[in-house]
T-cell receptor
Framework: DVKVTQSSRYLVKRTGEKVFLECVQD?????MFWYRQDPGLGLRLIYF???????EKGDIPEGYSVSREKKERFSLILESASTNQTSMYLC???????????FGPGTRLTVT | GQNIDQPTEMTATEGAIVQINCTYQ??????LFWYQQHAGEAPTFLSY????GLEEKGRFSSFLSRSKGYSYLLLKELQMKDSASYLC???????????????FGTGTKLQVIP
């Protein structure tokens, strides 16, 4: 079974803090993704990576950066957290030739 | 870009059949996905259509018409556990900005009642 894990289920941070969200997959997938999910807006892609050290901006990259130093790990970084970044963050992975994405359980981030 | 429309909410009765529609306008198209997401959980893959027609998988079927920019997910013999959000998602051609990027609709929240 594919397993995608995220470092925290719930996280509370203060405005201006630097926040790291970690995602690890155990199926040797080439592609990894970070989304945020908000009521009425659905899942929106922040960044994705198709290989180690490779990344591509999604639809809403502003205020975020990513890092992929190892194939199995994809990190999302909020350089200076703001209240409008309060959201559910979902990580996903997929194989290079595959169709479906496998999602992690999500991290509910609250910025106060 | 991509624009995906699906109803916000639907209600159906246990044991019945329900059809959840999805329409899309895209600059390129290379497949349509349906995902199921129970409240508080991660989305899980249900189906993938790239050619026109109906794909059946147990109680769930998914239909695609590329010429009409239209898909539906059909759920038969509804069970209470089918209460969830159903997300339609479209993948563009590689030239449209990245083969693996997928755009999700806002989802249809299905409530199954006894």
């Amino acid at each position: 079974d594919v397993k995608v894990t995220q470092s925290s289920r719930y996280l509370v941070k203060r405005t201006g803090e630097k926040v790291f969200l970690e995602c690890v997959q155990d199926m040797d997938h080439e592609n990894m993704f970070w989304y945020r999910q908000d009521p009425g807006l659905g899942l929106r892609l922040i960044y994705f990576s198709y290989d180690v050290k490779m990344k591509e901006k999604g639809d809403i990259p502003e205020g975020y950066s990513v890092s992929r130093e190892k194939k199995e790990r994809f990190s999302l970084i909020l350089e200076s957290a703001s209240t409008n970044q309060t959201s559910m963050y979902l990580c996903a992975s997929s194989s290079g030739g595959g169709h479906e994405q496998y999602f992690g359980p999500g991290t509910r981030l609250t910025v106060t | 870009g991509q624009n995906i429309d699906q109803p916000t909410e639907m209600t159906a009765t246990e044991g019945a059949i329900v059809q959840i529609n999805c329409t899309y306008q895209t600059s390129g198209f290379n497949g349509l996905f349906w995902y199921q997401q129970h409240a508080g959980e991660a989305p899980t893959f249900l189906s993938y259509n790239v050619l026109d027609g109906l794909e059946e998988k147990g109680r769930f079927s998914s239909f695609l018409s590329r010429s009409k920019g239209y898909s539906y997910l059909l759920l038969k013999e509804l069970q209470m556990k089918d209460s969830a959000s159903y997300l339609c998602a479209v993948r563009p051609f590689p030239s449209s900005g990245g083969y693996q990027k997928v755009t999700f609709g806002t989802g249809t929240k299905l409530q199954v009642i006894p």
